[in-house]
């Protein structure tokens, strides 16, 4: 369950977060098996920063399952002490969060039983991120679940909405796609929403809580280094990351494990791959030569720590 620290705002704010949604107000309540689902493909249009299709055609087709604990999703990379961890590849986004509306029956701890959450945006969406911030709803003690399907749907309603402090990290992807790896206990399935009166599947990476900071996702620094420094005629990223001779292990290096200082959305700091044996731990990134590039905050949330 995702713990909410609760934070009043005025119901404007949150009218215009969901601006743009269409979706209609059913009579009766929908039936997620039977329901529309959505197609989703987060390999094209303007949301397809680092794992663009058009670029690297071997990524899934258009709402083919996508399967993160193979390349290029899964990076074998360095903690802060020089930890051997992994972390998932997941494209680079935007700071600002998008809202996801939980249901709860008034004065209820528990959203209603059986109710998908609902959000705004999917991948190819102008606005989608894969980080949402938790929006509680109170509908009232007769709402009978799966009514709403749309945030247009509550706000026609006139319900109670509360703006939370409360992000996760729960990107979209076509039903069929796998991700065995977490940190901890977390389930590794996949969850179902409402987008418009349509179903769609999201993973969870729920590693270490995140709350906002003014209005966007707190971030952390990676340290990286590619096979091609970015330059002139390069931007590194598509080159590939640096590894050891023989094995798929980067010097990747995150400078957080926990919080605080933890997040799964990280500013990319790329050092000169020149330095790339001699950096094995934190302080090593730190004292590497920095190659300046644009400003690029990367999701790769972290799903293993070896022993």
Request: charged share 20%.
């Amino acid at each position: 369950m995702i713990a909410m620290r609760l934070v009043r705002v005025p119901l404007a704010l949150v009218l215009l977060a969901a601006c743009g949604d269409d979706g209609a107000d059913p009579a009766e309540p929908l039936d997620p098996d039977t329901a529309p689902a959505a197609v989703i493909d987060r390999f094209t249009g303007e949301g397809a920063i680092l794992l663009d299709r058009r670029v690297m055609p071997d990524l899934p087709a258009a709402d083919a399952p996508i399967h993160l604990d193979q390349a290029p999703f899964l990076v074998r990379g360095l903690g802060p002490a020089g930890e051997r961890i992994t972390y998932y590849h997941l494209d680079a986004h935007q700071p600002t969060p998008i809202n996801i509306y939980v249901l709860h029956h008034e004065g209820q701890a528990e959203p209603v039983a059986d109710q998908l959450p609902i959000v705004d945006y999917i991948p190819g969406d102008h606005g989608y991120s894969d980080f949402w911030r938790v929006v509680r709803v109170d509908v009232p003690a007769d709402y009978v679940a799966n009514t709403a399907t749309s945030s247009a749907a509550i706000f026609r309603e006139g319900w109670d909405v509360t703006v939370t402090d409360t992000i996760v990290n729960c990107p979209v992807v076509p039903l069929g796609s796998t991700a065995t790896r977490r940190r901890g206990s977390e389930g590794t399935e996949l969850h179902r929403g409402w987008y418009k009166d349509q179903v769609f599947s999201y993973f969870t990476f729920e590693e270490q809580p995140l709350r906002v900071e003014g209005s966007a996702v707190p971030t952390s620094d990676v340290y990286v280094a590619f096979n091609t420094n970015p330059g002139a005629s390069a931007n590194g990223w598509s080159s590939g990351f640096m590894t050891e001779t023989g094995s798929d292990r980067t010097h990747v290096v995150a400078d957080a494990l926990t919080a605080p200082g933890y997040s799964s959305l990280r500013e990319v700091i790329v050092y000169d791959n020149a330095a790339f044996a001699s950096v094995t731990d934190l302080a090593s990134a730190q004292a590497a030569p920095v190659i300046t590039t644009d400003t690029l905050l990367w999701n790769a949330p972290i799903v293993e720590v070896e022993p």
